[in-house]
C-alpha cells in the first residue's frame, strides 16, 4: 500500500460566521491510498480557527502513521492505532475515509451497498451564517434558489446578544418563506442558560423545527436544566465527539449531530449512531468547510440519520472536488464504487 498527499486551499463563495468565528476558506488535505490497482481517498477538513494551521500537522501525523505499516491494517485496526497515537480527528477522517474508499473500489460496490444501507431519503438543510439583517435578507433567497435546498439552517449566537438573534432569524424566515423550506437554528454553544431558555420558547412560536448546540461544550451540567423544560428538541453538536460522549449526555438532549471530522472518520460514526439510537436519541450528520470528498463519504451513510446537513460543497468557488449531485433536495453520492467522489486532476 501506497499513500500520498495534496494540500488545497478551499475558499467560500460566502464568509461563514458562526458565534466561535468566521471562516473565508481553508486548506484541506486530501489523502490517497493504493494498492497498486485502485486508490482510494479521503479529506481532513478544519474547524473554524485551524483553517491554514491543521493541514501541514495532519500530513505529519499520518505520513508517520503509514511509515509503521498500520494502513495495512484496513479501517478498523488503522483507526484504533491512530486514537492511540493521539492523532487530531480530522486526520483520522481523512485516512479513514480513503480506507473505506479503497474497500468500495476494491469491491465494485458503492460505499452505501457496502454498509447495506439504501440511498439517502432525507433532505439537506443549508445555511445562512451570522449576518447583519440587510444581507441575510438579500442572501437567503440566493442560496435557496441556487442549491434547490429544502430547509434552512439559521446560525444564532450573535456576539451582540439575543436581540440580534432574533432579528436575524425574523429577517431569514421572511426571506425564505416563497420558497416554503423548514426552518432550523444553530447557535453554535453560543447563548448563557437565560438566554437558551427564551430562546428556544421564542423559536418554538416562530415554526423552528429544532435547536442545535445551545449550550457551550464543557456546559453540559446547565444543558440538563435546560432539557428539562424545553420547547423545543435539543441537538447536540461540539458536546459529542465519538460514542463515549454519548453515552454521557444522553439524558440531557434529543439527538445529536455527527460530523466525520469529530469522529475521525466513517468507522467510529458508525459505532456513534448505533450508541444515539440505542439510547433513543436521534440522529444527524454534519459537515465542516468539506469538499465533495467528504461530503461524498458522508452521503454514502445518510441513510442512517434522521436529519442531514451536508451543504459545505455548496458554498465553495470552486469545488476542488467532484462526484456530488442534489437530487430533489438530498445530497446523494455519484453512484460510483466507493464513495464515489475525486479530487479534480488526479
Not at 501525523?61 to 491512530?82: D, F, K, N, T, Y
Not at 481523512?94 to 474497500?103: G, N, R
Request: with cysteine; charged share 20%.
Amino acid at each position: 500500500m501506497t499513500v500520498r498527499f495534496q494540500t488545497v486551499r478551499l475558499n467560500k463563495l460566502y464568509p461563514l460566521q458562526i458565534s466561535r468565528g468566521t471562516s473565508t476558506g481553508s486548506s484541506n488535505l486530501f489523502v490517497f491510498v493504493s494498492d497498486g490497482t485502485h486508490e482510494g481517498v479521503g479529506e481532513c477538513a478544519p474547524g473554524t480557527g485551524f483553517d491554514d494551521t491543521l493541514a501541514a500537522e495532519a500530513e505529519i501525523q499520518l505520513r508517520s502513521l503509514a511509515e509503521v505499516g498500520a494502513v495495512e491494517l484496513g479501517p478498523h485496526g488503522c483507526w484504533q492505532i491512530m486514537k492511540e497515537r493521539g492523532i487530531d480527528p480530522a486526520a483520522m477522517a481523512a485516512m479513514d475515509i480513503a480506507l473505506w474508499d479503497l474497500i468500495g473500489k476494491q469491491a465494485g460496490m458503492p460505499l452505501h451497498r457496502v454498509f447495506g444501507l439504501p440511498l439517502p431519503t432525507v433532505e439537506t438543510s443549508v445555511t445562512i451564517g451570522i449576518n447583519p439583517v440587510s444581507v441575510i435578507k438579500e442572501r437567503v433567497p440566493e442560496i435557496l434558489a441556487r442549491t434547490g435546498g429544502k430547509s434552512l439552517k439559521i446560525k444564532l449566537g450573535n456576539p451582540h446578544g439575543i436581540q440580534a438573534d432574533k432579528e436575524s432569524f425574523e429577517a431569514a424566515a421572511q426571506a425564505a418563506a416563497p420558497f416554503g423550506v423548514k426552518l432550523r437554528a444553530d447557535a453554535n454553544g453560543g447563548w448563557s442558560l437565560a438566554d437558551a431558555q427564551e430562546m428556544l420558547s421564542w423559536l418554538a412560536k416562530r415554526g423552528c423545527d429544532y435547536v442545535e448546540q445551545p449550550l457551550a461544550a464543557g456546559n453540559e451540567d446547565e444543558l440538563a436544566t435546560l432539557y428539562l423544560n424545553r420547547s423545543l428538541p435539543i441537538f447536540l453538536d461540539e458536546s459529542i465527539k465519538t460514542s463515549e460522549d454519548v453515552v454521557q449526555y444522553a439524558d440531557r438532549c434529543d439527538g445529536i449531530n455527527l460530523k466525520l471530522m469529530k469522529t475521525g472518520g466513517m468507522t467510529e460514526a458508525l459505532r456513534l449512531v448505533a450508541t444515539a439510537r440505542a439510547f433513543g436519541l436521534k440522529t444527524m450528520i454534519g459537515c465542516m468547510g468539506e469538499s465533495s470528498v467528504a461530503i461524498s463519504a458522508g452521503a454514502s451513510i445518510g441513510a442512517l440519520f434522521d436529519h442531514i446537513d451536508l451543504d459545505s460543497h455548496l458554498n465553495l468557488a470552486p469545488d476542488p472536488a467532484k462526484g456530488t449531485q442534489m437530487v430533489n433536495g438530498v445530497v446523494m453520492a455519484s453512484g460510483e464504487p466507493g464513495h464515489g467522489a475525486r479530487v479534480i486532476g488526479n
